[in-house]
């Protein structure tokens, strides 16, 4: 039987990469995509998450628009991403319509449902993690229908992305962060340690062109907006490969390799704020609530995706 998912995300190029990836994926049933501020203000974030969903040919999979704000913070939005969230990519308005029910209510009803019928949810986070925490404030009994979080966020033995200490999705609600990290739902940490190891080169993107069919266009100029060209970071051209490895997590867990441990966000200083702090070594005399991803099999997660996104030429 497919997983059962939910994609909570602010899309942005790499969102768009992983939410084109999860819909050719037989083994996730999608649920719902809930869109969040973070790379762009709400209203983009959703209209970019409704034209992704057309081009992927999923119109099928409810949208739903979540929170307009950060809990506390003002908004920040991202830097790698174009005006418009989708790099230099043009897609056609959307003629696919957001739905009238909130994503936190759709967050908080998927979960009431699934513990009514004994199931369970898994989450998958792409941005900001607003929506889930003000659902889990509005009702914390949602995490009994929640199997597992699976995120993007955080560096630990990174430096941050988009301050000195803190990676994006961190930095861009610290306060939601740390209310997901204290909930003690199961959860799998894909962050900057585990993204720096899977690089989006110029090759990799030649290749991602000539496989997907149909999509090899938007594709392409997604993935080549992509590239930072900053060597002395990365080791080489590119971007990270952020968000699609979430999806890759769930697909093949056996290509990531994981460590528990007590995960704590700085939500009050000025200098860290965002900052995810592991505890490795058991200092905090806390059970570990996290498992992080500490190292990626890159190749074959290449070869996962390659695989996957061919799918749009089978389709064409
Ligand atoms: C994260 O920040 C965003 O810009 C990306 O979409 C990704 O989710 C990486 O730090
Ligand atoms: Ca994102």
New binding site residues.
């Given amino acids: 039987m497919a997983l059962p998912i939910i994609i909570d995300c ?1 899309p ?4 768009a990469i992983a939410l084109l990836s999860a819909f050719v994926s037989p083994e996730l049933n999608i649920l719902g995509i809930c869109a969040v501020c ?2 762009q203000p709400l209203e983009r974030t959703v209209r970019n998450a409704l034209q992704i969903t057309e081009l992927g040919g999923r119109s099928d999979i409810p949208v739903y628009a979540g929170c307009y704000r950060p809990m506390f913070r003002a908004p920040i939005h ?4 174009g005006q418009n969230g989708l790099g230099k990519t043009e897609l056609p308005p959307p003629v696919k319509e957001v739905e009238s029910l909130h994503a936190v209510n759709f967050l908080i009803e998927s979960c009431e449902s699934a513990i009514a019928r004994q199931e369970k949810i898994t989450l998958c986070s ?2 900001p993690l607003t929506n889930l925490a003000t659902a889990l404030s509005m009702k914390p009994s949602i995490a009994g229908g929640i199997e597992r979080l699976v995120l ?2 955080g560096a630990y033995r990174e430096a941050g ?2 301050s000195m200490t803190s ?3 961190m930095l861009a609600d610290p306060h939601a962060a740390h209310v997901v990290f204290s909930s003690q739902i199961p959860t799998v940490v894909l962050s ?1 340690d585990a ?1 720096h190891q899977a690089i989006l080169t110029p090759e990799h993107v030649a290749r991602f062109i000539a496989v997907s069919g149909r999509i090899s266009q938007p594709l392409g100029e997604l993935m080549a907006f992509w590239d930072r060209n900053d060597v002395r970071r990365y080791g080489s051209r590119g971007g ?1 490969l ?2 699609p490895l979430v999806i890759a997590y769930l697909l093949a867990p056996a290509l990531f390799t994981t460590e528990k441990a007590r995960v704590f966000v700085e939500h009050e200083s000025e200098l860290c704020m965002g900052q995810t702090v592991a505890d490795w070594y058991g200092k905090s005399g806390q059970e570990p609530n996290v498992e992080i991803v500490t190292h990626v099999n890159a190749e074959k997660v290449f070869a996962l995706f390659y695989g996957l996104l061919a799918r749009y030429a089978e389709n064409s």
Avoid: A, V
Wanted: net charge negative; aromatic share 8%.
């Fill in positions: 602010d942005g190029i790499d969102d973070g790379n991202g830097q790698f991403h792409l941005g993007m966020g992305n988009r990676e994006f999705n900057l993204t990270p952020h968000d």
